[in-house]
């Protein structure tokens, strides 16, 4: 039986993990994504005492390979390794995987600020669009004509009343 | 030379006939109770501009009917006031100048030098008890409205709108002109 070595990861976002196993050839396809921690097993189908919340099972990792895991905690994924999958999926292989989570993580940031962005500017929008109904409805509502002209994001409204 | 001002609007409609740039200057010695601009009555330093740099701002501002200069008190400036005027002028906008001065008072050099290049001149005090809604460009009845040159005259009063609001890109509110008290209350 291969013992298991355990490296911890700076890595803590699934969704860039997942991505990033998939560029090192690990797909969907090829890993189990728990809630709650699985028991590993080894080569001859024995239950290890190392759970994971992504599994990679043996069968994708090498013919006399072990399962590959990665446990959640609260400083970020703990990779379990098998000493006889170490040549193939050691410290090498975590810092590859690692160059690709850090280009997923930072890809994910900026889509999010992005989302952010466009929140925010919405919001704005849906501001600036409720304050002009507001205003032209008090003003029609007043026996104004309203004259509306916008320059970029302004908006004027020309309040005239008197017929001299 | 040298301006004091509160603030300046590139294109307005309500103050003045047509498509105006105003300046509101900073200072007036008059404070009349009620004042619709108590914030500019101070004549310390607010907003320096250069005339020269405020002229180039207004040239370069397209589809101008002309320039409108308020306040504060315009005649304070009178002298800084008259170039800019005299340069818009030759650039073919006319001049609109709210003060609180009487016709009468306005009688010192400088403010004869500014009266020389000025198209429509609105004067007079604000009085609050004698606040009016429906006077173009005047919000107390004792205020006149003169018009020194033929390029505007009473027709141009017609259409003259009672306010204009503006809505910045953040949701800012601005309201500039003469609004009726309803029409305060309401927005």
């Not at chain 1, 976002?13 to 699985?38: I, N, Q």
């Not at chain 1, 032209?136 to 005239?160: N, P």
Request: net charge positive.
């Amino acid at each position: 039986m291969s013992a298991y070595i355990t490296l911890m990861t700076p890595m803590t976002d699934e969704e860039c993990l997942l991505a990033a196993l998939a560029d090192v050839g690990f797909d969907r396809t090829k890993v189990e994504v728990h809630v709650s921690p699985v028991s590993l097993v080894g080569y001859q189908g024995d239950q290890r005492t190392q759970t994971a919340n992504l599994v990679i099972r043996r069968q994708h990792v090498g013919s006399a390979s072990n399962d590959v895991g990665f446990l959640l905690t609260p400083t970020g994924y703990q990779a379990f390794v098998s000493g006889y999958d170490h040549p193939r999926f050691g410290a090498g292989w975590l810092e590859r995987l690692n160059q690709q989570y850090q280009l997923h993580a930072e890809a994910k940031q900026q889509r999010m600020a992005e989302e952010e962005r466009q929140h925010l500017e919405a919001a704005r929008k849906k501001l600036v669009e409720a304050q002009r109904a507001t205003i032209c409805a008090k003003a029609k509502k007043l026996g104004y004509q309203v004259k509306e002209t916008r320059a970029g994001d302004s908006i004027r409204l020309v309040l005239v009343k008197r017929t001299y | 030379m040298q301006l004091n001002l509160a603030r300046t609007l590139q294109r307005s409609a309500a103050n003045g006939p047509g498509e105006r740039f105003v300046i509101w200057v900073q200072g007036c010695p008059l404070a009349c109770p009620g004042c619709w601009n108590p914030d500019t009555w101070t004549a310390q330093p607010r907003m320096l501009r250069d005339t020269q740099d405020l002229i180039a701002e207004i040239l370069a501002t397209e589809g101008l009917t002309g320039v409108t200069f308020s306040g504060g008190e315009p005649f304070i400036q009178a002298r800084a006031l008259t170039e800019v005027a005299r340069e818009v002028r030759a650039a073919g906008l006319s001049v609109f100048i709210f003060t609180g001065f009487t016709r009468a008072e306005l009688k010192s050099q400088a403010a004869r030098a500014l009266l020389a290049v000025t198209d429509v001149l609105v004067c007079g005090r604000y009085v609050a008890s004698e606040r009016v809604y429906d006077l173009p460009w005047r919000s107390s009845a004792n205020q006149r409205v003169h018009f020194l040159t033929s390029r505007h005259g009473p027709a141009d009063m017609a259409q003259a709108p009672e306010a204009e609001i503006r809505i910045g890109p953040d949701g800012q509110l601005t309201l500039t002109g003469l609004p009726g008290s309803k029409l305060l209350g309401s927005i």
